[in-house]
């Protein structure tokens, strides 16, 4: 028999502690103003009471159901228009990937000269993304694993608060829906698209396709979109929920880490998400001008943050979801080539050299 994932009363009532907290969290950006407020909220709040303490996580399977819900809403923003411009895009993964080159042995020369980072230890910390595959390098290639934790996490935070405020610089309105569209999916419509999702996961998972459920929900409600078979769009309370779902994941990675661990290394990871976003702006101007996209979009596109929370950010920007959710699944797939052949290149740590002589 399969197994099904469960959640015992322990986890849920962590679960509810958590949410509450995040709810309150985006109670607070609202009051103050924070741009997309249900999702840097949560992000802000769960942080800071994560570094006081409060073990404040979210079970897989609130996750996953989040996710679903939001590839379902994703996928409602894919129009003719938006598959049209397919056609153009593989001269934006050719960009993205010299970016991530450059962006790697920048950021591995900055944290092993500026930072004190060993040198396998500060390609680990340097890798734009795909973070549970760093982790698992890091463990396995005797990285430093608290400290490359640690600059990753403050990556994904330091991205979540800051493509918004660029965005509202930048003169993008971010207060109207994130999924807008005339109509409501029907109820049978949602179920459909639920059940199809969750095949087309089960297919893509061992695949190795990063994020299944989210991608298999994308690309079932953008066929689906596309088709007219399943016009319409999320109810707003639903997307609302999942978004705060998901601040409350990203400032669950603080879980464990304590405020001194977090002030060593804060400036690290500040240091390489500021010099990986300058290096994916350079690259995005050149690709927006080729693809006739704006710059804000490609640049969404192309940060260094994680995958379900920059395919979010794509959709309030308005960009092009097909577009961001490819350049980001691109983006995990080739750092599943490149971090390990930098990682092969690099010198082992010496707490690692010295772990393994008798």
Excluded at 115 to 136: D, E, I, N
Excluded at 341 to 354: I, K, Q, T
Aim: with cysteine; aromatic share 6%.
């Amino acid at each position: 028999m399969v197994s099904r994932p469960q959640i015992s009363l322990a986890e849920l009532r962590q679960a509810a502690l958590a949410l509450a907290f995040g709810a309150a969290g985006a109670l607070v950006g609202w009051l103050i103003s924070l741009p997309l407020y249900l999702l840097t909220g949560p992000a802000i709040v769960i942080s800071v009471l994560a570094l006081a303490g409060l073990d404040l996580k979210i079970p897989t399977l609130i996750r996953d159901a989040a996710f679903l819900f939001i590839g379902i809403g994703i996928g409602s923003g894919v129009n003719a228009e938006a598959a049209d411009a397919m056609l153009r895009w593989p001269l934006a993964f050719i960009a993205l990937f010299f970016m991530l080159i450059a962006a790697m042995a920048t950021c591995r020369f900055v944290l092993n000269r500026w930072f004190g980072f060993a040198p396998r230890s500060a390609v680990l910390a340097s890798a734009p993304g795909h973070l549970s595959f760093v982790l698992a390098l890091a463990a396995s290639a005797g990285g430093d694993v608290m400290r490359v934790t640690v600059a990753q996490s403050v990556r994904l935070l330091s991205l979540t608060l800051v493509v918004p405020a660029v965005a509202v610089l930048m003169g993008l309105d971010l207060s109207g829906p994130v999924f807008a569209a005339p109509e409501r999916l029907s109820f049978l419509h949602l179920v459909a698209l639920v059940v199809v999702s969750l095949v087309v996961a089960a297919i893509l998972k061992p695949l190795r396709v990063p994020a299944p459920i989210l991608i298999g929900a994308l690309v079932t409600s953008a066929l689906a979109h596309l088709t007219d078979l399943a016009p319409g769009v999320l109810e707003p309370r639903v997307t609302a929920a999942c978004l705060i779902v998901m601040g409350t994941l990203i400032g669950s990675r603080f879980v464990g880490v304590t405020p001194r661990q977090l002030a060593q290394v804060a400036g690290a990871g500040l240091t390489t998400t500021v010099v990986t976003v300058c290096l994916a702006f350079l690259a995005a101007l050149p690709t927006a001008y080729l693809l006739g996209m704006p710059v804000a979009h490609v640049l969404v596109a192309f940060a260094p943050g994680g995958l379900e929370t920059m395919i979010v950010m794509g959709a309030v920007l308005g960009a092009n979801p097909g577009f961001v959710a490819a350049a980001h699944v691109g983006r995990l797939l080739m750092l599943s080539v490149l971090i390990p052949l930098f990682v092969a290149r690099s010198e082992p740590d010496p707490s690692s050299e010295a772990d393994q002589r008798p």
